[in-house]
């Protein structure tokens, strides 16, 4: 299995869910690891986790990627030792709402598209051109299964992630001929703060969503993350599409009657 030793890995929304475990995972493989998100607090304190349990260097950066200008300063200033950045994960994302088209605000609607479309954009143009002058380098984008079947209520979130599906198949088509790899990690139901935030901080109606199944957890993407990136170097994973057992689709799942 190729090495992830010294390799440097960017990861977006690192602070929470699916980027905290990616972190953990490619961390207990010796990467050095930038995290990025708008929680520096968060990222502090995992920052100082992984160095203490794995001895890894990490660096930490508050960025919002709705904010190009941020965007690329931020990554135009780190430091020049970790300017090659060989794996970007980009993970941040989120749900605002389930309303139906028609009821829906149009605040949540930009707040996932900034997000979730033109933030994956402008970080993945930010660190790219340095990938393709290095012929190396691997974009993991976090997908979903949203962007492959649309759910009631999902209109915008799901046409993002339609989106995200979109530019890792017009990512692979630019960058043949590069060495440059392309893959799109697509998960149904995981069991982290997404639900919360879908619904603006309502627990009692997130707790809901996972009642009675077994959804898969922010570890088991970041293991399917991480079995992307070390393939041997002729091997692209363009697109794994996985969900919980209790999950058929995005309408159908099996809850358990509780006792
Ligand atoms: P979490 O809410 O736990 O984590 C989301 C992460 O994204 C946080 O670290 C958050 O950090 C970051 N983020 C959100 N907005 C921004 C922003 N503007 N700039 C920078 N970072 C941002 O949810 P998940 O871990 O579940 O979500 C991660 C990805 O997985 C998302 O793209 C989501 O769409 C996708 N996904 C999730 C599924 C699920 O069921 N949970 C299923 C399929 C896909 P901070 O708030 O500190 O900025
Ligand atoms: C998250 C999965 O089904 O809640 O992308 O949209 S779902």
């Known amino acids: 299995m190729p090495s992830l030793n010294n390799q440097i890995v960017l990861i977006t929304g690192a602070s929470s869910g699916i980027g905290e475990a990616c972190a953990h995972r490619f961390a207990e493989q010796g990467a050095r690891l930038i995290l990025t998100a708008r929680r520096l607090n968060r990222l502090e304190t995992l920052a100082r986790k992984l160095t203490e349990k794995f001895a890894v260097e990490v660096q930490v950066a508050a960025l919002d990627v709705r904010d ?16 090659a950045i060989d794996i970007l994960v980009n993970n941040a994302g989120l749900s605002r709402g389930l309303d139906k088209l028609h009821e829906g605000l149009v605040q949540d609607w930009e707040e996932m598209l900034d997000t979730n479309i033109k933030g994956l954009l402008y970080v993945t143009r930010a660190i790219l051109p340095g990938m393709v002058q290095r012929n190396r380098g ?15 209520g999902g209109n915008v979130y799901c ?3 339609a989106a995200v599906r ?3 198949e017009g990512l692979k088509l630019d960058l043949l001929g590069t060495a440059i790899r ?4 697509d998960p149904g139901l995981v069991e982290t703060e997404f639900s919360a935030v879908r619904f603006h901080g309502d627990g009692d109606r997130a707790a809901q969503v996972y009642r009675g199944l077994t959804p898969l957890t922010a570890e088991d993407i970041a293991d399917v993350v991480v079995f992307c990136a070390t393939r041997p170097a002729h091997v692209n994973i363009n697109n794994v599409i996985l969900m919980p057992v209790d999950q058929a689709s995005t309408t159908m799942v099996n809850r358990h009657p509780i006792g």
Do not use: C, F, M
């Not at 993991?140 to 759910?151: D, E, P, R, W």
């Not at 392309?182 to 990690?185: I, K, N, R, T």
């Open 138 to 152: 691997h974009i993991i984008n976090i997908g979903s299964i949203a962007g492959h079947q649309t759910y009631p």
């Open 68 to 83: 190009r200008t941020q965007v690329e300063s931020v990554l135009a200033t780190l430091p020049d030792d970790w300017q």
């Open 159 to 161: 046409a993002s992630k």
């Open 166 to 168: 979109a530019l890792s």
């Open 182 to 185: 392309v893959s799109s990690v």
